[in-house]
């Protein structure tokens, strides 16, 4: 059965990192597209960044320069690193998976459950 689950979300303070983890199960993640999202209470789900099977990268501009998404297809993982936070990075932020080159939108083939970020002092 294909899976994704996160993790790596917790309590940060403002202007700290963490670095989240996308695993798959049951599938190679290799020939995949892979994006990264968040959806904040009472908001919309948001597309955060993306990265292709060959690695080219696409990121959102409400998030450039202060994260970097980036795979292990060894252990069939991909990361997405978050620095700089702020309180309006907090969210649930989700990983998903889809087969066709390049397309990273809410409607990917796979999804993960989430991981809750909070960013507060």
């Known amino acids: 059965q294909a899976q994704l689950v996160e993790s790596g979300g917790g309590l940060v303070q403002p202007g700290g990192s963490l670095r989240l983890s996308c695993a798959a199960s049951g599938f190679t993640l290799d020939d995949y597209t892979i994006g990264w999202f968040r959806q904040a209470p009472g908001k919309e789900r948001e597309g955060l960044a993306c990265?292709?099977?060959?690695?080219?990268?696409f990121y959102s501009s409400s998030v450039k320069g202060r994260v970097t998404i980036s795979r292990d297809n060894a252990v069939n993982t991909v990361y997405l690193q978050m620095n700089s936070l702020k309180h309006e990075d907090t969210a649930v932020y989700y990983c998903?998976?889809?087969?066709?080159?390049?397309?990273?939108?809410?409607?990917?083939?796979?999804w993960g459950k989430g991981t809750l970020v909070t960013v507060s002092s």
């Open positions: 990265i292709t099977s060959d690695s080219s990268t």
């Open positions: 998903a998976a889809d087969r066709t080159y390049g397309r990273c939108y809410s409607g990917m083939d796979y």
